[in-house]
């Protein structure tokens, strides 16, 4: 260790990393390892940014390591493949998205939960098995054990694909693990962002009826009307959430800023599930007495597991879903990142790689 980025491996890369808690990225210069025996080694065509890489790139959850490359919803195009890979050939479309390492022998990995192993390797900004820090999907070049790589199915188009392997299986897997995806049941899903969307859209593809709960009025035809929302509800209209009390078999909560859980609590059935997907930097405040009334449950979901991952993109394959983006050139990223932080996106920037990430001298 000890060695410049760009020399720790054979395979020069190239991308853009942020460098302190500024988070501000530039161009820079560092290297990917050679194509393992069990490697899948591919050209980024696009990459999506998550509002993870806002936090992590200033630093504000605590476990940043600069230089950062952030990134992790990438799809792009096999160039070479180890000796040992079975799954996928030159030429294939594939994606990586949240982790590309695990231990391979806790009780998560062994039912294919490698999510929540302890040992779990992220995409970015952490030590891989030999040492090195991972390095994302800002970036031409990607290499990954195909165990974590993901067929992205012929005719699925790459940009609109990529947010789905953060965005998408963030609430597929909840929905699932759940039983929120009964058809005629009734969900609902807070804030509608780059999570929300999707999980208005696989919803709906479920069979759920899904009313989407927001603090902004102005989204209701976008919800209802585009997105195929059945409903939609103010959650600052004491009288429409008073209406709507004792509805819900379950929730979706998207949101990531602190905000008070009691409203939602109290949308719930008997039995209901709040389920929270978002990362607020504080903690919430947990009335604890509303969940008693009506033996109610507040759980957590993070991503998922290889394999329910490529079920979530084989399920969007085949029911048309997609994430709404707006597709960026590389050098417009920190400007994106800025109108991410006001949620000026409708509803996910992808950057495109291929044709704007030039290496420069």
Same mark, same amino acid.
């Given at each position: 260790?000890?060695?410049?980025?760009?020399?720790?491996?054979?395979?020069?890369?190239?991308?853009?990393?942020?460098?302190?808690?500024?988070?501000?990225?530039?161009?820079?210069?560092?290297?990917?390892?050679?194509?393992?025996?069990?490697?899948?080694?591919?050209?980024?065509?696009?990459?999506?940014?998550?509002?993870?890489?806002?936090?992590?790139?200033?630093?504000?959850?605590?476990?940043?390591?600069?230089?950062?490359?952030?990134?992790?919803?990438? +799809? *792009? %195009? @096999?160039?070479?493949? $180890?000796?040992?890979?079975?799954?996928? &050939?030159?030429?294939?479309?594939? !994606? =990586?998205?949240?982790?590309?390492?695990?231990?391979?022998?806790?009780?998560?990995?062994?039912?294919?939960?490698?999510?929540?192993?302890?040992?779990?390797?992220?995409?970015?900004?952490?030590?891989?098995?030999?040492?090195?820090?991972?390095?994302?999907?800002?970036?031409?070049?990607?290499?990954?054990?195909?165990?974590?790589?993901?067929?992205?199915?012929?005719?699925?188009?790459?940009?609109?694909?990529?947010?789905?392997?953060?965005?998408?299986?963030?609430?597929?897997?909840?929905?699932?693990?759940?039983?929120?995806?009964?058809?005629?049941?009734? +969900? *609902? %899903? @807070?804030?509608?962002? $780059?999570?929300?969307?999707?999980?208005? &859209?696989?919803?709906?593809?479920? !069979? =759920?009826?899904?009313?989407?709960?927001?603090?902004?009025?102005?989204?209701?035809?976008?919800?209802?009307?585009?997105?195929?929302?059945?409903?939609?509800?103010?959650?600052?209209?004491?009288?429409?959430?008073?209406?709507?009390?004792?509805?819900?078999?379950?929730?979706?909560?998207?949101?990531?800023?602190?905000?008070?859980?009691?409203?939602?609590?109290?949308?719930?059935?008997?039995?209901?599930?709040?389920?929270?997907?978002?990362?607020?930097?504080?903690?919430?405040?947990?009335?604890?007495?509303?969940?008693?009334?009506?033996?109610?449950?507040?759980? *957590?979901?993070?991503?998922?597991?290889?394999?329910?991952?490529?079920?979530?993109?084989?399920?969007?394959?085949?029911?048309?879903?997609?994430?709404?983006?707006?597709?960026?050139?590389?050098?417009?990223?920190?400007?994106?990142?800025?109108?991410?932080?006001?949620?000026?996106?409708?509803?996910?920037?992808?950057?495109?790689?291929?044709?704007?990430?030039?290496?420069?001298?």
């Amino acid at each position: 260790m000890g060695q410049a980025p760009e020399q720790e491996h054979p395979n020069s890369a190239f991308g853009w990393a942020a460098r302190d808690t500024s988070g501000v990225l530039s161009p820079f210069h560092f290297s990917r390892r050679a194509t393992g025996e069990k490697d899948v080694t591919f050209k980024v065509t696009h990459c999506g940014i998550c509002h993870s890489d806002l936090h992590m790139i200033k630093n504000e959850w605590g476990n940043t390591i600069y230089p950062i490359v952030p990134g992790h919803e990438i +799809v *792009g %195009v @096999v160039t070479e493949v $180890g000796s040992k890979v079975s799954k996928f &050939k030159v030429g294939d479309k594939v !994606g =990586v998205g949240c982790m590309v390492g695990s231990c391979h022998s806790c009780d998560s990995c062994a039912i294919d939960l490698e999510n929540y192993c302890p040992k779990i390797i992220m995409t970015y900004a952490n030590k891989y098995h030999d040492g090195t820090i991972t390095y994302g999907g800002y970036s031409d070049i990607m290499v990954a054990d195909e165990h974590f790589v993901i067929r992205i199915p012929e005719g699925t188009p790459l940009d609109a694909t990529a947010p789905l392997l953060c965005a998408g299986i963030t609430v597929y897997s909840p929905l699932r693990f759940y039983g929120l995806d009964k058809p005629g049941m009734h +969900v *609902g %899903v @807070v804030g509608l962002g $780059g999570l929300g969307h999707v999980a208005v &859209k696989f919803a709906k593809a479920m !069979g =759920v009826k899904v009313t989407v709960i927001s603090t902004s009025p102005s989204k209701k035809s976008e919800a209802v009307e585009r997105l195929g929302a059945d409903s939609f509800l103010v959650s600052r209209d004491q009288d429409e959430m008073q209406a709507a009390m004792g509805t819900m078999d379950g929730i979706i909560d998207t949101v990531s800023a602190v905000h008070p859980l009691m409203p939602l609590i109290g949308l719930l059935k008997s039995q209901g599930k709040l389920v929270l997907v978002g990362a607020p930097e504080k903690p919430l405040e947990l009335p604890a007495f509303s969940l008693l009334m009506g033996r109610k449950i507040i759980g *957590g979901s993070m991503i998922g597991g290889m394999k329910e991952t490529q079920e979530m993109i084989d399920f969007a394959a085949k029911h048309n879903i997609r994430a709404d983006i707006e597709v960026i050139p590389a050098d417009y990223v920190n400007t994106a990142l800025e109108r991410l932080a006001k949620a000026d996106v409708r509803y996910r920037f992808v950057i495109d790689v291929a044709n704007t990430m030039k290496s420069t001298p």
